[in-house]
């Protein structure tokens, strides 16, 4: 129902309520069992059983639980318990994550107001939120939170901070005037006041027209629960990959056991050996080296000021192509700040950061001036300061305001100045005060100076106080205010208006000691118009440059806000957001178009303004649909449906409400836009390192794989035993896997475009790389194997411990030209200490299982002859000089 086109009378009908008198006690029971408490519902959550089980029901972890089951009916219990283990560690690593429940909900509950004020049976009573009815007349003032969604009947000054709700900044102006208009946005329904909000000045009372899940909160709720999360490109990645590996297992296993048997074994021995095929093939090690890579990249962006509540959510940063930014308090600092005055035809401007009261004040020309050597200057600041409730104190090192924003500002901008409360009340004593009106748009007071003259001090909306001047300060004197100055005046509001600014009117008039005020009528009439303050909740200093480096890095940034046009318009110019071919779209005409429509222009829009919570999410999944990998900031209530639904969602972590840190994947310790570009940048170095191990794990597969196949071929033994195997899968691979994931970036990693999330773990010819080095590293195996099997045919052990040393140092050399997809010789081998350390501690570890008697029998292992070491480290280095030379030769050419 349009409730606030409707008046009083209209809704006391539909409602069937009486705004003098309340509804009866019988009447509230009779609504709460129809329609249910005013409360937030939660959806079905799953057990914690379910979520553990949840976690092994991949695909690449059941066919391993089937090799544990095999394994064990083989008898091959260490094999078996090996890899039960993994299973566990990797199911209990993700089981952790997702027990991180979503508190969403949990943080919108607390949004709701404990107690609320309620006429029943006309009385006055304090009742539990969670007890109010549709019907129900509730009253509020300042400081009170709004318990359910209420048309304003009665307001008294009301003013009420929705920029959890809405986006907007600056705390709305109420009314109880109906409204004309049919579809309006949450920010422009003056009439309405919406449950969780905060009243800021004033009171009001209205009557209750939606509780629970029907209210604005309680859709956003809604929105929250249906929103689905992003599987993220790497998921999908490792997913497809896990597959084509288990695929390629088990072909080889059918191929080898048809192969042994057609050559004359028994099938228990062919089918062991398919077996450990399969074992070969299955990089165990890598579910759980990258949850540890990512966790290791979740550290260094901890560093960096940003905190990642999802594991897989960090390497989605890095093929980010849209940044879709809230502007108050992500791009702005929420913090309304003077920066222009105007008086007499004079222009100054004042700058300094949020509400630490230190700035310079510059003229036109852009000259430094002394503000105490201005005399009209002085008086604009003064009176300013005067007329005004607001208070300024410092905590944890931070300047803080207490009371209405746009009072905070006319407050610190005096006390750049140099005036301080103290200091002006020292000069002046207040009288009289008539307080802000909504109607009036005027707030007056009446002070006395130290040699007992009166002034009237009145700040306004400049159209109102303009209305009620008879004279202007014009050159320091006092002139009529002619048509001709009062166009001049227009002109200087249009200006400061273009550039976004919220300008106030201060004005006075001189009364003499006799003369009784009786009233504000009386006040504010016949006054002098002194100047105009011109202020805005000004951009972050250093998103400018971030938002410039994300350009550079292929990233599209997208200003999402819920303020009007205008104000939209001039911060994304400043910020260097919107150019000449940037299109702006408002909440309106976004309401009027379908999903379609908006999928066809959304890539040229650049600022949507006046937005409400479902066109956000709305416009994240048109950008979806385009193929965009979206990263959406946010800090309020209103933000977190879309905060949720995007690949990547950030909230600010100083001023983002509870609900939008719950929703989101990454939260932003110091609410710096340029911390999400540090992000981006970690995400993509993540990624490149996650490739760099997927290439040096599966390069020692296939290695494995080829030595056992291609010696069933040729019908010798098998080279490596099962537990050898998962022994190099693990430890020798698992430890250097882990050292290239703490690889640095490189320096380009912030030039190149985003990768496209379709672009698979083996594009940019690493499939090639893969296979051409695990064929080489499986040959020198082989040939080691072969070369000692034939010169001692009845020691088949010794045989397998020389082929297991060769395979362990072939890959062990092989890791250091997995650091760069360019060349060998693209960076320091020694750059990365951890890996010198990890390549170290794996040789150390091979010995000790070759030369140690307790752990012989169980990896099949015995001592290698000194002589055989020089055949094992020549034939392990051989394709790395194979690769070195086929580099130089390609260099000549």
Not at 182 to 203: I, Y
Not at 337 to 344: N, Q, R, Y
Not at 825 to 838: D, E, H, I, K, S
Request: with cysteine.
């Amino acid at each position: 129902m349009k409730f606030h086109q409707m008046n009083k009378d209209q809704i006391e009908k539909i409602l069937k309520t009486n705004a003098q008198t309340g509804l009866s006690e019988q009447e509230v029971k009779k609504r709460i069992q129809q329609y249910g408490f005013n409360e937030l519902e939660e959806g079905e959550k799953q057990s914690t059983l379910l979520i553990f089980f949840s976690q092994f029901k991949d695909f690449m972890v059941l066919v391993l639980l089937a090799a544990t089951l095999v394994s064990g009916l083989l008898g091959e219990y260490i094999d078996a318990i090996a890899i039960i283990a993994i299973v566990l560690i990797n199911g209990l690593l993700g089981f952790f994550q997702e027990r991180k429940a979503e508190k969403s909900l949990q943080a919108l509950k607390e949004l709701s107001a404990p107690q609320v004020q309620v006429l029943r049976n006309d009385q006055w009573v304090k009742t539990p939120s969670k007890e109010v009815v549709v019907g129900d007349v509730i009253k509020f003032s300042n400081g009170d939170r709004i318990g359910a969604d209420v048309r304003l009947i009665e307001v008294n000054s009301l003013e009420i901070e929705e920029s959890a709700l809405t986006g907007e900044s600056l705390p709305v102006q109420k009314s109880c005037r109906d409204l004309n208009e049919s579809e309006l946005q949450l920010g422009d329904m003056e009439n309405l006041a919406f449950k969780g909000t905060m009243v800021t000045r004033g009171s009001g009372k209205g009557i209750v027209i939606a509780t629970g899940m029907k209210t604005a909160m309680g859709q956003i709720a809604d929105l929250l629960q249906k929103a689905e999360t992003m599987i993220t490109p790497l998921q999908r990645r490792l997913e497809q990959l896990g597959k084509i590996l288990i695929t390629v297992a088990l072909l080889l296993t059918v191929l080898v056991v048809v192969i042994g048997v057609f050559r004359g074994h028994d099938i228990y021995t062919m089918f062991l050996a398919g077996v450990s095929l399969a074992v070969a093939a299955i990089p165990e090690g890598l579910p759980a080296i990258v949850t540890v890579a990512l966790s290791l990249g979740v550290q260094r962006m901890i560093k960096q000021k940003s905190i990642v509540r999802k594991l897989p959510a960090v390497e989605t940063l890095g093929c980010a192509s849209v940044i879709c930014s809230d502007k108050t308090g992500t791009m702005t600092q929420n913090k309304m700040t003077v920066t222009h005055l105007w008086s007499g035809g004079e222009t100054w401007t004042v700058d300094g950061i949020g509400y630490e009261p230190k700035g310079k004040f510059y003229n036109a020309k852009h000259q430094l001036i002394h503000p105490e050597r201005e005399k009209v200057l002085q008086q604009l600041l003064t009176f300013g300061m005067l007329c005004n409730h607001a208070e300024i104190f410092k905590k944890n090192n931070k300047f803080t305001i207490d009371g209405d924003p746009t009072e905070g500002a006319l407050l610190v901008a005096a006390m750049k100045a140099g005036y301080t409360r103290k200091s002006v009340l020292k000069q002046f004593s207040i009288i009289r005060e008539f307080p802000f009106d909504s109607t009036r748009k005027m707030m007056t007071v009446i002070v006395k100076d130290q040699s007992g003259r009166q002034f009237i001090v009145t700040k306004g909306a400049p159209d109102v106080v303009i209305g009620e001047c008879k004279a202007i300060l014009w050159d320091e004197q006092l002139q009529q205010l002619t048509n001709e100055k009062k166009a001049k005046v227009q002109n200087a509001v249009d200006g400061l208006a273009s550039l976004a600014l919220r300008t106030i009117a201060i004005a006075f008039k001189p009364v003499s000691e006799n003369e009784t005020i009786l009233n504000e009528k009386e006040a504010e009439k016949d006054l002098t118009f002194i100047g105009l303050q011109g202020m805005i909740d000004p951009p972050r200093p250093e998103v400018k440059k971030a938002v410039k480096e994300c350009k550079a890095a292929g990233i599209k940034t997208v200003m999402i806000t819920g303020d009007h046009v205008i104000t939209a318009k001039a911060i994304a110019k400043q910020l260097g957001i919107l150019t000449n071919e940037g299109k702006i779209l408002d909440g309106k005409a976004l309401s009027k178009m379908k999903a379609d429509e908006l999928e066809n222009i959304v890539n040229d829009v650049i600022v949507f303004a006046r937005v409400s919570p479902e066109h956000k999410l709305k416009i994240v999944k048109a950008l979806q649909n385009n193929g965009h990998v979206v990263a959406m900031t946010g800090d309020g209530v209103n933000d977190a449906p879309a905060i949720k639904a995007a690949d990547i969602g950030i909230a600010m972590g100083i001023t983002g409400t509870d609900v939008a840190k719950e929703a989101s994947s990454l939260v932003l310790l110091d609410d710096n836009f340029a911390t999400i570009k540090s992000a981006i940048k970690e995400g993509r170095n993540i990624y490149e390192n996650i490739r760099k191990f997927v290439r040096y794990l599966l390069a020692s597969n296939v290695g494995e794989i080829l030595v056992m196949l291609f010696a069933m071929i040729l019908a010798f033994p098998l080279p490596l035993v099962p537990i050898q195997i998962l022994w190099v899968n693990l430890v020798t691979d698992g430890l250097p896997a882990m050292a290239l994931g703490l690889d640095k970036p490189e320096g380009d990693v912030m030039k190149r475009k985003p990768r496209s999330p379709k672009e698979g773990v083996f594009a940019r010819g690493l499939a090639w790389k893969v296979i051409s080095r695990g064929f080489l590293i499986g040959m020198v195996t082989l040939i080691a194997f072969i070369i000692v099997y034939n010169q001692y045919p009845e020691e088949l052990i010794y045989a397998q411990t020389v082929a297991f040393a060769t395979l362990v140092l072939a890959q062990l050399i092989h890791v250091f030209d997995c650091r760069s997809e360019r060349s060998i010789f693209a960076r320091n081998p020694f750059g990365n200490p951890y890996l010198v350390w990890a390549v170290i501690s794996s040789i150390a570890l091979m010995l000790i299982v070759i030369y140690y008697p307790p752990l012989q029998p169980i990896f099949n292992t015995v001592p290698i002859d000194m002589r055989d070491w020089l055949l094992i480290i020549g034939l392990a280095s051989l394709p790395t000089f194979l690769l070195i030379g086929s580099l130089f030769a390609r260099k000549t050419k």
